[in-house]
């Protein structure tokens, strides 16, 4: 068992190594002006030995089980390990290189081998198995954090194959590491694609509709790629963002034809061999364990509880969404600006919508992106609702290292109460801008996770795929990216708030269709009148953004939730068909994937052509390549709570310091510490109601 801040380093990992101790920075943050790419690989080696000494002192140890010397002895053990590992996948998909990338290919079987030691170990399970005895019995009470952890324990053993044979367990550990290798694999294999995929213009006139600044930042990524013109990058979802400006029909062709390749044009980045295999796996893993299919290992340890819930939610939602896209498409088709095609191309709908939009509420991305500059957005809207909300300020901290020079280093304090000196909460880092070395979309990760046992505050990190301007230009963006802003700090909030005491249970360490639920919330706060019209200003006059403008945005929600559902679950419910398939269902062939996933979404009722996926299959990185098999439904089970949440907040006067007190200290506070419906339930008086997500989405 190791103390809290240790003060011994494994004799194999050289103490000039960053890693070897504890940082000395404020809040424990990697000190990324030391880091350097060959120090990784040791220090996470070093970490794995180091960490199953730790496991084997507790396992051996001759005393009986104990809260202290099992649970957490366990919750203490292997920081050395995780502060490494931590900042490794991090840095791994915001600023890759090949060496990182080795290093993962080379770990990643060695990762999967280290926790299937820990969870296969009968020793650890008969001891605490010997503390759930007794606390069933009566002879030991726990407190209600201990007894949550303790249930989650026993649950990980079982499902990590505690209870097969010797023989059994050899295979998943065999089945464990080959996964995981694939894991990275696809994920390699998917940035490299998208960089092939980029598309490059020669012809400035090819540009019409983009504006300058957008075109700039094309131009900018062409030469940081040695290229002549403007080079047009691919974000990770199938609909790119310039689709909605581009005037030249055929330049919209070839973008959205080039995002819907990827990973299925053959050679090296091709990545339908590893989704098969994948696919192939995971599914003998899960018979292995004992459940019909993957899918079903993972929701059994979800709140959704069962496929066949999952199934009855996305069933319910598919015929209500793809009837209203359809009324959508019928819209769009009347528009002067449409091409004359049989009917509309998937290319085409972002830029009709915009013109019906125009049209319609004589609004257009254009016109708006001038009024939402990235500063502005950051500090005087998603700052500003956190403080509003929460009593939070934050200060830029540009003496601290980033592991990126676009990184952006804020210490956050905390007004519990209002009147109250600030105090320090933790670090907010924010990386903001596209590169060729990250991977596509938005995503929060963890540096150091808030615990009371350990004695840490958060670290946390939000990445987002903006188009960096050249230098000294404004960054501007569209509305999906102000949203995404919202929702990603959503995440980062529910680190930072955590109040928790053992680290397992901190801040996001909760099921994968409630993680998405308190960042859902928080995109409410981009659209909140009072918010808006804060950040929405002119970014060169300073005027306000026009207030019918924003008038014409909130009324004009609804408009585009046809599209947007519709995407969305195609991509659900193809995520379900690849793993709701027994071994033998399994496609054999690269050449069969594609025909698959349309057989899919034809089975479905989403197969929509003016409305593909919001990712295909070759491309679908939560599901092959990140944390999300058989679980992407999560965000539209977790929008049926964030729904819920929004209308609680305008049942009790919206954007209070009350209302986001009761919010933090009932929900977001408690992180895994106990079941997470029964803190929505604390917070909303009852179970959640599914009526105020479907009339969000205008399928009532």
């Known amino acids: 068992m190791t103390s809290t801040h240790e003060t011994t380093t494994p004799a194999e990992l050289d103490p000039a190594n960053p890693f070897a101790a504890p940082s000395a920075l404020p809040y424990g943050l990697p000190d990324f002006s030391a880091i350097r790419e060959e120090h990784y690989e040791p220090a996470i080696l070093a970490g794995m030995a180091a960490h199953r000494a730790e496991v084997e002192a507790i396992a051996t140890n001759p005393e009986p089980a104990t809260v202290e010397n099992t649970l957490e002895a366990l919750e203490r053990s292997g920081q050395l390990l995780g502060r490494a590992a931590r900042a490794y996948f991090n840095q791994l998909p915001s600023d890759s290189t090949p060496g990182l990338e080795d290093v993962q290919e080379r770990l990643a079987p060695l990762f999967a081998a280290h926790q299937d030691a820990i969870n296969m170990d009968a020793r650890l399970h008969e001891r605490a198995k010997a503390l759930a005895d007794a606390a069933a019995a009566g002879d030991l009470v726990l407190e209600p954090d201990t007894a949550y952890l303790l249930e989650k324990q026993m649950t990980q053993f079982k499902r990590s194959g505690i209870a097969l044979s010797a023989g059994d367990q050899d295979t998943l550990r065999e089945l464990n590491a080959r996964i995981t290798t694939l894991e990275a694999s696809f994920g390699r294999k998917l940035l490299a694609g998208a960089n092939e995929a980029s598309v490059l213009v020669t012809d400035e006139a090819e540009l019409a509709g983009l504006s ?6 094309a131009r900018a990524a062409a030469e940081a790629r040695g290229q002549d013109g403007w080079l047009l990058e691919m974000q990770l979802f199938t609909h790119q963002n310039v ?18 390749a990827r990973g299925a044009t053959g050679g090296e980045n091709d990545t339908r061999e590893v989704l098969l295999e994948l696919a192939r796996l995971r599914a003998h893993h899960a018979r292995l364990l004992g459940y019909e299919h993957h899918a079903a290992y993972i929701a059994a340890d979800a709140t959704a509880g069962t496929t066949a819930a999952v199934n009855e939610m996305l069933g319910r939602l598919a015929p209500a969404a793809v009837a209203n896209a359809r009324r959508e498409a019928a819209e769009l088709a009347k528009v002067s600006a449409a091409p004359e095609r049989d009917g509309v191309a998937a290319a085409d709908w972002s830029y009709l919508n915009e013109a019906v939009r125009k049209e319609r509420f004589d ?22 609702a956190a403080g509003l909300l929460f009593g939070l300020s934050f ?43 990250k991977r596509g979309g938005a995503w929060m990760d963890s540096l150091v996770v808030q615990s009371h046992l350990l004695g840490e505050k958060p670290v946390v990190v939000n990445n987002l795929n903006i188009v960096k301007p050249p230098a000294g230009e404004p960054t501007l963006l569209v509305w999906d990216e102000v949203t995404t802003l919202f929702h990603e700090f959503g995440h980062a ?119 593909p996926p919001r990712y295909r299959s070759t491309y679908f990185n939560h599901i092959f390549g990140g944390g999300y098999s058989a679980g992407y439904y999560s965000y539209i089970w977790s929008e049926v709570l964030d729904a819920d949440t929004v209308q609680w907040y305008a049942e009790n006067g919206g954007l209070t310091r009350e209302n986001g007190e009761a919010f933090r200290r009932k929900l977001l506070a408690r992180g895994g510490s106990q079941d997470p419906l029964a803190s929505f339930a604390d917070l909303r008086g009852r179970a959640a109601e599914i009526t105020p997500l479907l009339e969000r989405r205008g399928l009532v």
Do not use: C
């Open 395 to 437: 200060v830029e901290r540009p003496d601290l290292p980033g592991y990126h020079p676009d990184v952006r280093v804020f210490e956050v304090f905390d007004s519990v109460e209002p009147g109250e000196p600030d105090t320090g909460l933790g670090l907010f880092l924010g990386d903001f801008y596209t590169r060729e070395s």
């Open 493 to 611: 909030l529910h680190g930072l708030l955590s109040d928790v005491r053992y680290p397992s249970q901190s801040g996001t360490s909760v099921p994968r269709d409630f993680v998405e639920y308190p960042s859902q919330v928080n995109e409410m706060w981009s659209w909140d009148p009072a918010i808006l019209r804060s950040f929405a200003v002119h970014h060169a006059t300073g005027e306000p953004m026009p207030a019918q403008w924003v008038d014409t945005m909130l009324a004009s929600r609804v408009w585009g939730e046809g599209f947007s559902t519709t995407e969305y679950l195609a991509a659900a419910l193809l995520d379900q068909a690849w793993h709701q398939l027994t071994p033998d269902q399994v496609p054999t062939s690269v050449d069969d994937v594609l025909p698959f996933e349309a057989a899919a979404l034809a089975a479905a009722g989403v197969d929509f052509a003016s409305v």
């Open 363 to 384: 609004l257009d991305d254009a016109a708006l992106r001038p009024y939402l500059e990235l500063e502005r957005v950051l500090r005087d809207g998603v700052f500003q």
């Open 212 to 217: 300058a600044d957008a075109k700039a930042g």
């Open 243 to 260: 689709l909605a400006s581009l005037e030249d029909a055929a330049t919209r062709e070839r973008v959205q034809s080039a995002s819907m």
